[in-house]
């Protein structure tokens, strides 16, 4: 086995996953609309020998690409939404859209999707060259950007066979990406009765009070649940713009985090008593709560997590060219390292202990098979997330590097599964021990149809 010659392979075909990249960035599709991303790389996938499964658990823009047969099987994720409104003009360094309002890249899923695809080709071109038995897996994972759609996936039992899984992230620095809180996205919605709020507001029952007193209960219940909780919230419909009519409806929509699925449904339960009594105090009615989506939390698995940072030392520090480096800096003074000595993150984070502090719903596919995934440098160091730098970096020779090297890195670690069953056995025996024979749950109703 020779992971040299795994990458030289890889190289080979280097330059057709820039362009998917970069093609992707262009598409900027977002929540379950990634019909273009998705095409380009099934039609890919179609060409390069892969077995495709389309529409996979409702999701039109999920497949499953699939190459062998036989036990194990290994499976790389990959995701190809974008952001609303984070347009921005490639590689210029001051915020500048390239269409107001539009979409845009602004946490690199461009480079994740088609990163993962260069994974899972390189490595099948390794292993029908070396004879290397098993099942190699690729899934497009649809609107990671609050649809859930790995939830759904994972509802529908399309990991349920797999023995491992391996993903990266775009980010401004080099490690393991293994925690993620448990979370809920839910929409609370209060009908009253509108009335003259001059000449009879006695006749009125403002649904609006009602939001405002959900949101003020809240407020109490901070001082009484885990520090490690976060519960935020924004009033998306206050019931019109006229002051002088009593609201007749009004809605919220809440964000309730916790390090637990379980602790964060609980949480869940106590808001809805508050909404409940907000409805008692203002005589209004309680509409039945929407949830948007739901993410469990992230069970990590430090025998897969070890795997990957083996595969990624010696890919670390990546070999920028002075050109790449002057415009990281260019780049460095809109992130939040400004003073950082060098224009990228050089080194490896090995830290496995993480606090989690985001959520994803790669969490979901942890709880269903053994999961792993790092994060990888493709902006200049600081570069934030969701903001209009990243986007603009997102074609860059930067972010070739680093999505180059976090395919290299999950390629190598499904290598070692493929020809290694006793390393394979370990990582399920760390799974086995973390789950306790725990069956997948989700609060989410992922027996509705998909939407953004």
């Known amino acids: 086995m020779s992971k040299e010659k795994l990458y030289a392979l890889m190289d080979e075909r280097a330059k057709d996953f820039e362009d998917m990249s970069d093609a992707v960035w262009e598409f900027a599709e977002v929540c379950f609309n990634e019909y273009k991303s998705t095409a380009l790389q099934r039609e890919y996938m179609e060409r390069e020998g892969f077995r495709i499964t389309t529409p996979v658990a409702g999701m039109d823009t ?14 790389v994720l990959g995701e190809n939404d974008a952001l609303i409104g984070q347009s921005q003009m490639a590689d210029v360094a001051e915020e500048k859209p390239a269409v107001p309002g539009a979409n845009g890249h602004a946490c690199g899923h461009n480079l994740l999707g088609s990163g993962s695809i260069e994974a899972v080709c390189g490595l099948k071109r390794y292993m029908e060259a070396n004879g290397i038995q098993g099942t190699l897996r690729y899934y497009a994972c649809p609107a990671e950007e609050g649809g859930g759609g790995k939830v759904y996936l994972a509802a529908a039992g399309a990991f349920d066979d797999v023995d ?11 490690g393991i990406e293994n925690c993620g809180l448990a979370c809920v996205t839910v929409k609370f919605s209060f009908e009253g009765k509108a009335a ?77 008593k508050i909404c409940e009594g907000a409805a008692l105090m203002t005589e209004t009615k309680f509409l039945e709560p929407h949830i948007v989506s739901a993410y469990s939390g992230f069970v990590s698995n430090h025998t897969m997590d070890n795997i990957m940072l083996d595969n990624f030392r010696p890919l670390i520090p990546m070999q920028y060219t002075p050109e790449e480096l002057a415009y990281a800096e260019k780049f460095k003074p809109f992130g939040s390292k400004p003073d950082a000595d060098t224009p990228v993150e050089f080194g490896l ?32 160091i600081g570069t934030v997330a969701h903001g209009w730098a990243n986007t603009a970096q997102g074609k860059s020779a930067l972010a070739h590097r680093g999505m180059h090297t976090a395919a290299k890195v999950m390629a190598g670690s499904l290598l070692d599964l493929f020809t290694d069953p006793e390393l394979l056995k370990k990582v399920r025996d760390d799974f086995d021990a973390t789950h306790h024979g725990k069956k997948y749950h989700t609060m989410m109703p992922t027996d509705r149809k998909p939407s953004l």
């Open 62 to 75: 999920a497949f499953i690409a699939e190459y062998g047969s036989g036990k194990p099987i290994l499976a």
């Open 164 to 174: 491992a899984a391996v993903s990266w992230h775009p980010y401004a620095d080099n």
């Open 196 to 272: 003259h709020a001059a000449a009879e507001p006695w006749n009125g029952r403002s649904a609006l009070d009602a939001v405002e007193l959900l949101c003020v209960g809240t407020q109490y219940l901070r001082e009484h649940v885990l520090p490690t909780s976060r519960i935020h919230y924004a009033i998306t419909d206050t019931g019109g713009g006229m002051g002088n009519v009593v609201p007749q409806h009004a809605q919220a929509q809440f964000i309730i985090r916790a390090t637990t699925s379980e602790y964060m449904e609980e949480l869940y339960e106590r808001v809805l």
């Open 349 to 380: 984070d090995e830290t496995i202990e993480r606090t989690a502090v985001g959520s994803t719903d790669v969490a979901d596919v942890s709880h269903v098979t053994a999961m792993s995934q790092v994060r990888v440098s493709c902006a200049a």
